[in-house]
T-cell receptor
Framework: NAGVTQTPKFQVLKTGQSMTLQCAQDMNHNSMYWYRQDPGMGLRLIYYSASEGTTDKGEVPNGYNVSRLNKREFSLRLESAAPSQTSVYFC???????????FGNGTRLTVT | RKEVEQDPGPFNVPEGATVAFNCTYSNSASQSFFWYRQDCRKEPKLLMSVYSSGNEDGRFTAQLNRASQYISLLIRDSKLSDSATYLCVVGMDSNYQLIWGAGTKLIIKP
């Protein structure tokens, strides 16, 4: 099993460009999450999806949109990237109401 | 005041020693508590949940002190492979919106 697959691993964007981060899990988990991690700070939740067909805002949703395409896939879109969105992004999944159990390898995004 | 605070370290500890670190949380209504570990430039991995009565998993012991609002992690007989950043995570009424500490860096030296 691959677990949680997240793409791309690295990305450099110019301010104003858009991009979509892809995430897929093969464990049949209901819950999926998008986090960002910045130096000296804890992970911060951007959006989560408790089950297929539902999405909810986390702590820092501004500037992002998500799509829970099906049970496997949960994508994160930056419509107009800003330097403040330079970060490492992690997708995660869990079963039911448990804590995030499986994480993707992360996407290192730089916005210039 | 941060909602979840951890000493960033690094804690430099010789192999075989016992090391402990704490994490304080500000919201007394917090219900769930976890420790994750994160290796350098890798994803976090769930190490253990923390239960009210305290719990142990091999060389790792987690404790919760609700009165003083902190959780602790103790590692016995430390191994080189224990070198990592340990993240304290606290939840309220669900595990969807958890609050993550910035982590404590542990370096085990031979």
């Amino acid at each position: 099993n691959a677990g949680v697959t997240q793409t791309p691993k690295f990305q450099v964007l110019k301010t104003g460009q858009s991009m979509t981060l892809q995430c897929a899990q093969d464990m049949n988990h209901n819950s999926m999450y998008w986090y960002r991690q910045d130096p000296g700070m804890g992970l911060r939740l951007i959006y989560y999806s408790a089950s297929e067909g539902t999405t909810d805002k986390g702590e820092v949703p501004n500037g992002y949109n998500v799509s829970r395409l099906n049970k496997r896939e949960f994508s994160l879109r930056l419509e107009s990237a800003a330097p403040s969105q330079t970060s490492v992004y992690f997708c995660a999944s869990s079963e039911g109401g448990g804590p995030p159990l499986h994480f993707g390898n992360g996407t290192r995004l730089t916005v210039t | 005041r941060k909602e979840v605070e951890q000493d960033p370290g690094p804690f430099n500890v010789p192999e075989g020693a016992t090391v402990a670190f704490n994490c304080t949380y500000s919201n007394s209504a917090s219900q769930s508590f976890f420790w994750y570990r994160q290796d350098c430039r890798k994803e976090p991995k769930l190490l253990m949940s923390v239960y009210s009565s305290g719990n142990e998993d091999g060389r790792f012991t987690a404790q919760l002190n609700r009165a003083s609002q902190y959780i602790s992690l103790l590692i016995r007989d430390s191994k080189l492979s224990d070198s990592a950043t340990y993240l304290c995570v606290v939840g309220m009424d669900s595990n969807y919106q958890l609050i993550w500490g910035a982590g404590t860096k542990l370096i085990i030296k031979p």
